[in-house]
């Protein structure tokens, strides 16, 4: 771990209230990538460091994994944004949408191993979300809709033929992965004030989608009319 990401995390853990543990910290050095996640279940943000070489960027998150949770909330954002599309909206909301990227993945899992496959990537991920047209939007959707169990409902995970990275062809249980980044640095990388003014501040840019993501994937009370 670098000593940037290790500032990161230090900023993320006192902005959100996020004590790090093994539960909520990811990456490796072998990875090349080292953060932290708030630990929800459900609409998290999240916030690492990638490097290659002696080349560093951070980034800030608004992330949903396709996990069963409380009931499957990666597929309740996706059946209502396909039903009344409100992301490409929230742009509006956003101070500078210009710098979030839109991140769809296929997630392969091996019991709980998730090994890396050629069909990560979803409807041409990323995309910028300032340019993101509605019918590419619904592409991904969909897309990402089809990795869930039809037969359960889409409240669990399919089952695909996808490529290891050493391309053998292989059927596995497969889950959509939702993503909002925005990458930054800050102006004074040494220190830890540094970190938490640019964390702050592009956690703010995001926040407003944060808020409408945790909306679209809520549970909704039933009122009976």
């Given at each position: 771990?670098?000593?940037?990401?290790?500032?990161?995390?230090?900023?993320f853990?006192?902005?959100?209230?996020?004590?790090?543990?093994?539960?909520?910290?990811?990456?490796?050095?072998?990875?090349?990538?080292?953060?932290?996640c708030?630990?929800?279940?459900?609409?998290?943000?999240?916030?690492?460091v990638?490097?290659?070489?002696?080349?560093?960027?951070?980034y800030?998150?608004?992330?949903?994994?396709?996990?069963?949770?409380?009931?499957?909330?990666?597929?309740r954002?996706?059946?209502?944004?396909?039903?009344?599309?409100?992301?490409?909206?929230?742009?509006?909301?956003?101070?500078?949408?210009?710098?979030?990227?839109?991140?769809?993945?296929?997630d392969?899992?091996?019991?709980?191993?998730?090994p890396?496959?050629?069909?990560?990537?979803?409807?041409?991920?990323?995309?910028?979300?300032?340019?993101?047209?509605?019918?590419?939007?619904?592409?991904?959707?969909?897309?990402?809709?089809?990795?869930?169990?039809?037969?359960?409902?889409?409240?669990?995970?399919?089952?695909?033929?996808?490529?290891t990275?050493a391309?053998?062809?292989?059927?596995?249980?497969?889950s959509?992965?939702?993503?909002?980044?925005?990458?930054?640095?800050?102006?004074?990388p040494?220190?830890?004030?540094?970190?938490?003014?640019?964390?702050?501040?592009?956690?703010?840019?995001?926040?407003?989608?944060?808020?409408?993501?945790?909306?679209?994937?809520?549970?909704?009370?039933?009122?009976?009319?």
């Open positions: 771990m670098t000593d940037e990401a290790r500032l990161l995390i230090d900023a853990s006192t902005l959100t209230r996020t004590i790090p543990v093994a539960e909520n910290t990811f990456g490796s050095r072998s990875l090349e990538v080292a953060g932290i708030d630990g929800t279940e459900g609409v998290q943000w999240n916030a690492w990638e490097w290659h070489g002696d080349k560093q960027m951070a800030a998150g608004v992330n949903l994994e396709g996990k069963v949770y409380d009931g499957w909330p990666v597929a954002f996706i059946e209502r944004e396909l039903a009344e599309p409100r992301l490409l909206g929230a742009r509006a909301d956003v101070d500078v949408p210009s710098h979030i990227q839109v991140f769809w993945y296929r392969a899992w091996q019991v709980v191993a998730r890396p496959i050629l069909e990560k990537l979803i409807g041409g991920s990323p995309r910028l979300l300032h340019t993101l047209a509605a019918p590419d939007w619904k592409a991904m959707l969909e897309e990402a809709y089809g990795c869930l169990d039809a037969l359960r409902g889409y409240r669990g995970r399919g089952q695909q033929v996808v490529t990275t391309g053998n062809k292989l059927r596995l249980r497969v959509p992965h939702f993503q909002l980044r925005q990458p930054f640095w800050p102006r004074d040494a220190t830890s004030a540094g970190w938490r003014a640019g964390l702050d501040e592009t956690m703010a840019n995001l926040r407003p989608l944060h808020r409408l993501v945790a909306d679209q994937a809520g549970k909704r009370l039933q009122v009976e009319g």
